[in-house]
T-cell receptor
Framework: EDQVTQSPEALRLQEGESSSLNCSYT??????LFWYRQDPGKGPEFLFT???AGEEKEKERLKATLTKKESFLHITAPKPEDSATYLC???????????FGTGTRLQVTL | DGGITQSPKYLFRKEGQNVTLSCEQN?????MYWYRQDPGQGLRLIYY???????QKGDIAEGYSVSREKKESFPLTVTSAQKNPTAFYLC???????????FGPGTRLTVL
């Protein structure tokens, strides 16, 4: 069974304090790994798709990387508006559905 | 204005009632999905449809029903058989040759 584990469960950073969120996975035949941002009471917003180990993608202060066992979402010099829950998901093998982690709640304070 | 719309945003249901949640999209995506989100848990798949007039059960389909009569619409009915329906419900779509799913704004259902 495909498994996705996100850590930490919650993270509090000061503005400008860079850090990384982790998404570790156990699957057979990864087809894609996805990162989403979710604000309270709203639907997840798509950030990145990664397909193979070594791939990296960037968007503003966010950078996603992928290895054969885990993915990292690096946040450089975060701002308070980066506060949200970040979700990791993957699709593997012949599955038609995504498997989601439980998310990391990020709070960035002044 | 392209995208995915869900209505209503908030829904209150009395025990024993069936309620229907709407999901409409104008992205021309073939696949549509319904998820349930509870605090402290990952999104769980209820039903999905990859083409019109066809749909499959997800991981937690009991107590729910769907239809896919049009490409643009994928309504979800929460029946009285669903024992714990209070949750945040999310609709998603995917299209082309990608597995990337895009989500609607969600409907929060509360059972009174």
């Amino acid at each position: 069974e495909d498994q996705v584990t996100q850590s930490p469960e919650a993270l509090r950073l000061q503005e400008g304090e860079s850090s990384s969120l982790n998404c570790s996975y156990t699957v057979s035949g990864l087809r894609g790994l996805f990162w989403y941002r979710q604000d309270p009471g709203k639907g997840p917003e798509f950030l990145f798709t990664l397909y193979s180990a070594g791939e990296e993608k960037e968007k503003e202060r966010l950078k996603a990387t992928l290895t054969k066992k885990e993915s990292f979402l690096h946040i450089t010099a975060p701002k308070p508006e980066d506060s949200a829950t970040y979700l990791c998901a993957l699709v593997a093998g012949t599955a038609s559905k995504l498997t989601f982690g439980t998310g990391t709640r990020l709070q960035v304070t002044l | 204005d392209g995208g995915i719309t869900q209505s209503p945003k908030y829904l209150f249901r009395k025990e024993g009632q069936n309620v229907t949640l709407s999901c409409e999209q104008n992205l021309n995506h073939d696949a549509m999905y319904w998820y349930r989100q509870d605090p402290g848990q990952g999104l769980r798949l209820i039903y999905y449809s990859q083409i019109v007039n066809d749909f499959q059960k997800g991981d937690i389909a009991e107590g729910y029903s769907v239809s896919r009569e049009k490409k643009e619409s994928f309504p979800l009915t929460v029946t009285s058989a669903q024992k714990n329906p209070t949750a945040f419900y999310l609709c998603a779509t995917a299209g082309g040759y990608t597995d990337t799913q895009y989500f609607g704004p969600g409907t929060r259902l509360t059972v009174l």
